[in-house]
């Protein structure tokens, strides 16, 4: 699948690939395609989130008086956080805001947070539920809730939930959290485009290619990428995810990814355990396991086509390493990148490649749009509810429960 902004690639060789499944893993692909198509534009949907008919709770002219903040925290856990730091990572070097991230329980933070002038400072508080524990335990632990603060912004839905009802005694601003949108698939929606306008970026043009890949041109690239993956995961063998990362500006990107494709198709005994693993760093860790451990790994490999560069001198001394004179850093991990690649080739690990070809708020919005697509198709193929958590709600409960 090749394009202006991603290159995408997949090499999963046929000894992986059941046939007699794949034809009926194609027929169902058609009925799935035709229903994404048939709802995209019907509001009470999560996949009407990439459409360009989807309408945002808010106006930008809402944010004008919040935009004079310098230092900005961002308090949320899981996808009401994930989505902007992957934003806030993409573009670091050209975001001139000091943006700040409370997505753990973590009391050091709260305590660094706590010495920080609060006038000078904006909050902006996401939850879907309105009631998500450790979201109000930092928002409380930091005193953020009194009568008409003008520093903060709070999202969640509008319904009986404490952050709603704290919204409305203390008159702060709210804006309502879409309820038919997961916070997992919500980046493109108010939860990721208001943080990313705050930090100074496009929020149009992040949603401007929501619907490249939701057509019936995409439909058949999406379908060849898709249905070996389904292969894979019908076998409940490969069940290792390892996200191959040569670009520090994508790191947070595939922590978004990571929730996306656990929580999604982690049910009934199906699903990947992603993870993150650091190239070339990994190389001198865990590269021996990956290439001679146990056959149950697929690969993605993540890689940015132009990035920072660094050139090294012209060393007449270095006779035995005259290959790198005048090389740059990124021409050595390129070089990394595509020696694995050759070495997973000529060993049969399935693997596939991702390299993003522009840093600009069009990209990462098609990247967002690509993997949340790619994962709604992918649960409905294996045959589980990508929209739904069960086993995570246990927990939750649980945890309401001890503490009382």
Not at 205 to 233: D, F, G, Q, T, W
Not at 281 to 288: A, P, R
């Amino acid at each position: 699948m090749k394009n202006k902004n991603i290159l995408i690639k997949n090499l999963i060789q046929k000894k992986y690939i059941n046939n007699t499944q794949s034809i009926t893993l194609n027929k169902k692909f058609d009925k799935i395609f035709e229903n994404i198509l048939y709802n995209l534009t019907n509001i009470e949907k999560t996949i009407n989130v990439l459409s360009n008919k989807f309408k945002l709770n808010f106006k930008e002219k809402d944010l004008k008086s919040f935009k004079r903040f310098d230092e900005i925290v961002i308090i949320g856990m899981g996808g009401s956080a994930l989505g902007s730091e992957a934003i806030y990572n993409f573009f670091e070097s050209k975001i001139k805001k000091k943006i700040y991230f409370l997505n753990d329980i973590n009391s050091d933070s709260i305590i660094k947070l706590k010495k920080k002038k609060f006038n000078k400072t904006l909050f902006l508080i996401i939850s879907k539920s309105g009631n998500t524990i450790e979201t109000l335990s930092n928002s409380l632990s930091l005193n953020l809730f009194k009568k008409k603060k003008k520093n903060i912004i709070v999202i969640s839905e509008k319904k009986n939930n404490f952050l709603y009802d704290l919204s409305k005694k203390f008159n702060l601003f709210f804006i309502e959290h879409n309820k038919f949108i997961g916070g997992r698939y919500s980046v493109l929606s108010e939860v990721g485009i208001i943080p990313a306008i705050l930090m100074g970026l496009n929020g149009v043009k992040l949603r401007k290619n929501v619907e490249k890949y939701i057509n019936l041109k995409s439909k058949k690239s999406l379908k060849k990428v898709l249905i070996p993956i389904a292969n894979l995961l019908k076998k409940k063998k490969m069940n290792n995810l390892i996200f191959l990362n040569y670009s520090p500006k994508l790191e947070k990107f595939l922590f978004w990814c990571q929730q996306l494709i656990a929580e999604s198709l982690g049910k009934k005994g199906y699903g990947f355990l992603p993870t993150i693993s650091n190239a070339p760093k990994d190389h001198h860790s865990l590269l021996q396991l990956y290439l001679d451990g146990p056959n149950d790994k697929i690969f993605y490999i993540f890689s940015l086509d132009r990035d920072l560069d660094v050139k090294i001198k012209n060393i007449n001394s270095l006779k035995n390493f005259h290959y790198l004179n005048k090389k740059t850093l990124e021409q050595i991990k390129q070089s990394q990148k595509k020696a694995i690649m050759q070495v997973f080739e000529k060993n049969k690990i399935p693997f596939r490649e991702f390299c993003v070809k522009k840093i600009n708020e069009e990209t990462l919005g098609e990247f967002f749009s690509f993997f949340i697509i790619e994962t709604i198709i992918l649960g409905k193929l294996i045959g589980v509810n990508p929209f739904s958590q069960p086993a995570v709600e246990q927990v939750k409960t649980l945890t309401k429960k001890i503490l009382k």
